[in-house]
């Protein structure tokens, strides 16, 4: 399958405990993706994650200021604390920065209402996305996703690292609700007819293609798109 991607999930940088050896340099992602024809990504620096989403977000911006092929999402902590710098939407569009993330459990708050109420009624009228994580740990579960767009329905988001088993049950329910939810890839193959399943229910355009790069590899989320018994239509 002749196809160019676009991969919605990639971090890059060194994580602040690195045992596993996965850090990685914008030069090299950029290497990987040219030999795999992955066109365009979305990155954010895992500095924003592990060290503070403010140094991260200020260095995400600097890395991919001069490099087409990326484009950026920020990590926020609550206003409310003033540690966060504001950017308007259109220093936003001019910084190349096309979304949001959260890790309330690494970051100590509770993404809801209460904390970026106005805010995120903002980004759903602007349809602006925030990009969810589901399964690391740091950021939100299910119970949060569920919590976060009864109130915000229109919320276009996300969801990244899905997890491996079952999570249609989780999944499709939010399908079924919210227009504007999406699933990352990377993670739907590994339970069997799953990314099928999904897309012959609520079509493929409800799938965005990531790959987890460095965490995982670009290549095995290439293959599962590329073996998949979907159409040519929906894998393009």
């Known amino acids: 399958m002749d196809c160019k991607f676009f991969d919605v999930n ?14 990685v340099t914008v ?6 993706m040219s030999f795999l024809n992955i066109e365009k990504a979305i990155v954010w620096d895992i500095s924003q994650r592990d060290v503070h989403p403010q140094i991260g977000n200020e260095k995400l911006i600097k890395e991919i200021s001069n490099k087409e092929q990326f484009y950026g999402v920020l990590t926020l902590l609550p206003f409310q604390t003033d540690e966060i710098k ?32 106005e805010f995120l009624a903002e980004l759903e009228n602007r349809k602006f996305p925030i990009f969810l994580d589901v399964m690391s740990g740091f950021s939100v579960d299910y119970r949060d996703v569920y919590s976060i767009l009864s109130d915000f329905p229109k919320l276009t988001c996300i969801l990244c690292n899905t997890g491996m ?47 987890g790069f460095p965490e995982r590899y670009f290549e095995s989320s290439i293959a599962q798109l590329t073996h998949a018994k979907i159409s040519k239509g929906d894998k393009v």
């Open 165 to 211: 088993w079952n999570t249609d049950r989780f999944t499709w329910p939010l399908l079924e609700k919210f227009p504007n939810v999406y699933l990352e890839s990377s993670l739907l193959s590994l339970n069997e007819g799953s990314l099928e399943e999904t897309v012959k229910k609520f079509g493929a355009e409800r799938i965005v293609f990531g790959s």
């Open 10 to 23: 990639i971090w890059i940088g060194k994580p602040m405990n690195d045992e596993k050896n996965i850090s």
């Open 27 to 32: 030069e090299e992602t950029m290497e990987k």
């Open 86 to 117: 504001i950017y308007s939407f259109k220093e936003l569009k001019e910084k190349k920065i096309v979304g949001f993330n959260f890790f309330p459990k690494k970051h100590n708050f509770i993404l809801s209402k209460i904390s970026f109420g």
